[in-house]
């Protein structure tokens, strides 16, 4: 099954942009990713489902403009521009691999995004 | 508006069952369109996907839970649980529930996100 990897923190200055990367392990380069938004002490949010083709289906209820998605290779990319306070949470991504009674979802880590 | 809430004991002692329900509101657990999923966060960590129940009562788990796993779904009180056995101190963390949807397409099926999740509950175990 693959292995998500994501950088455990970032940060950015207000109005400022900021990209988020989500790795996976090899040989999975053509699996989609679903980046997830947590705010402190809450559960996780849909932002966006994201392939090499950039993003899949439709945002997340809420999510502004100000984010988007763009994957390449084994990378996954969640880019957030004019960065705002509310904006500062951890981000998680997640994928599923097999099928049937093999099905899996796997997280990454989770990257801690400060907003300066 | 979907919601969904966790309720259950906060702390569990080591060797017990944990066990957590969670309701659901503004939509029927009935749905052909979702599967109905428990993630867990440990304190400080990232998210582990812990297994789903379609309303049918087909369930998925886990293969590193499944052992100790149970997820059921009570569709006259619109509500599913989790049930996991023989807890250890490795098994505490906030758990959250979720929907997730489900379509098929060309005699397969599939999944889209987690949308919308719980708020959590934490659940301690310790004795």
């Known amino acids: 099954q693959p292995v998500l990897t994501q950088p455990p923190s970032a940060s950015a200055s207000l109005g400022a942009s900021v990209t988020l990367t989500c790795t996976l392990s090899?040989?999975?380069?053509?699996?989609?990713v679903d980046w997830y938004q947590q705010r402190p002490g809450k559960g996780p949010r849909f932002v966006m489902r994201v392939g090499t083709g950039g993003i899949v289906g439709s945002k997340g209820d809420g999510i502004p403009d100000r984010f988007s998605v763009l994957g390449s290779g084994l990378n996954r990319y969640l880019t957030i521009k004019n960065i705002q306070e509310e904006d500062e949470s951890d981000y998680h991504c997640?994928?599923?691999?097999?099928?049937?009674?093999?099905?899996?979802?796997?997280f990454g880590g989770g990257t801690k995004l400060t907003v300066l | 508006q979907v919601q969904l809430q966790e309720s259950g004991p906060g702390l569990v002692k080591p060797s017990e069952t944990l066990s957590l329900t969670c309701t659901v509101s503004?939509?029927?657990?009935?749905?052909?369109?979702?599967?109905w999923t428990w993630i867990r966060q440990p304190p400080g960590k990232g998210l582990e996907w812990i297994g789903y129940i379609y309303h049918s009562g087909i369930t998925n788990y886990n293969p590193s839970l499944k052992s100790r796993v149970t997820i059921s779904v009570d569709t006259s009180k619109n509500h599913f649980s989790l049930k996991l056995s023989s807890v250890t101190a490795a098994d505490t963390a906030i758990y959250y529930c979720?929907?997730?949807?489900?379509?098929?397409?060309?005699?397969?099926?599939?999944?889209?996100?987690?949308?919308?999740w719980g708020q959590g509950t934490l659940v301690t175990v310790s004795s």
């Open positions: 503004g939509y029927s657990v009935s749905s052909d369109a979702y599967y």
């Open positions: 090899s040989g999975y380069s053509d699996y989609k």
């Open positions: 979720a929907r997730r949807g489900r379509y098929c397409s060309g005699g397969n099926c599939y999944t889209n996100w987690f949308d919308p």
């Open positions: 997640g994928a599923d691999h097999g099928g049937g009674s093999n099905f899996v979802v796997v």
